[in-house]
């Protein structure tokens, strides 16, 4: 099991990023009155057929070929379902695919969300020719980072540049104390 | 709120200035391994400390990058550096603390550490059984 919910966004995303997705949009909600935590990763990657969504909570199934297990899916379906809440996969070929997954954070099974800012850090800096869009919630306050916005400021000063690499952490980092109340 | 007005500082310094420059041939790649398996034994910080790393040192010819499942994944997390003309240097079980320590001999005064080096934990940890394993 990977032990944050954050590391389960990073490495579902990362099948984002292999489906050959441009944009990629991550969702963190919490609803605190219903001590509820929704995660959304939503990409316009390849896609994947009926039988492939099918099966892809199964850890004994993988596109890889290198070996016979995958078991990004199945371990953040299993986390969210130990607390009481779903996974859901939706998806179409050549259009992309949603993951959806609802934790109950009152539940003693549900694990920290982690360091989210690094794990959107790490998406973002290192697949600079994939544009994110993270929107970050906690009941009605929020903050957004939109890859394409920076993009469009920045010109040809890359993600790589560590001024601008520096900002985006802080941006982060900030901005969720902030939505937090911290 | 942070907003983005401070991108516009940073863009306006950085017109202008040589030294903005992209990867070539000629560069070291450090490559992190990045699925499950590296991200569920801590690549995550290794990738993130490394990267500041190098950065703060200012290394402009090394690179960092991910990749996926690099099929060793009970020595996850993994670091392979790999220098033009030279044979690759597997790293494993890296924690940001020996990450630090990588950048500061391997990728600056170019020794390699070779506690941390594949063949060195191998000897310990029943690589040549594993391979063996593997081949079947």
């Known amino acids: ?182 | 709120m942070k907003s983005l007005e401070e991108l516009k500082a940073i863009r306006e310094r950085m017109q202008g200035q040589v030294g903005v420059r992209s990867a070539d041939s000629s560069d070291t790649r450090v490559v992190v391994g990045m699925a499950t398996c590296g991200i569920a034994s801590g690549a995550r910080p290794v990738l993130n400390t490394l990267v500041s790393e190098v950065n703060e040192k200012k290394l402009e010819n090394v690179t960092v990058t991910q990749t996926g499942c690099i099929g060793l994944c009970q020595f996850e997390p993994i670091v392979e550096v790999f220098e033009p003309g030279q044979e690759k240097v597997t790293y494993i079980k890296v924690n940001p603390e020996k990450a630090k320590e990588i950048v500061e001999k391997h990728l600056i005064k170019g020794q390699k550490v070779e506690e941390y080096m594949l063949h060195k934990g191998a000897e310990h940890k029943g690589y040549a059984d594993f391979v063996k394993f593997d081949e079947k």
């Open chain 1, 1 to 182: 099991m990977l032990p944050e919910i954050s590391l389960n966004i990073l490495d579902v995303a990362e099948n984002s990023i292999v489906a050959d997705a441009s944009l990629i949009k991550i969702m963190v909600e919490t609803d605190t009155s219903e001590n509820k935590l929704k995660v959304t990763i939503e990409d316009d990657g390849c896609g994947m057929n009926e039988e492939q969504v099918a099966s892809v909570v199964d850890p004994f199934f993988t596109s890889r070929t290198t070996r016979k297990v995958g078991l990004g899916i199945p371990f953040f379906k299993q986390a969210a379902e130990l607390t009481g809440g779903f996974l859901n996969v939706d998806s179409e070929v050549g259009v992309g695919t949603k993951v959806e997954a609802v934790f109950l954070t009152d539940s003693i099974d549900c694990m920290p969300l982690g360091n989210i800012c690094d794990t959107i850090f790490t998406l973002v800096t290192m697949n600079s020719h994939i544009d994110f869009v993270y929107e970050y919630k906690v009941d009605d306050k929020g903050f957004v980072l939109d890859t394409r916005e920076m993009k469009e400021i920045l010109g040809d000063v890359g993600f790589d540049n560590p001024e601008v690499s520096d900002f985006i952490r802080n941006y982060l980092y900030e901005n969720e104390a902030e939505v937090k109340g911290m």
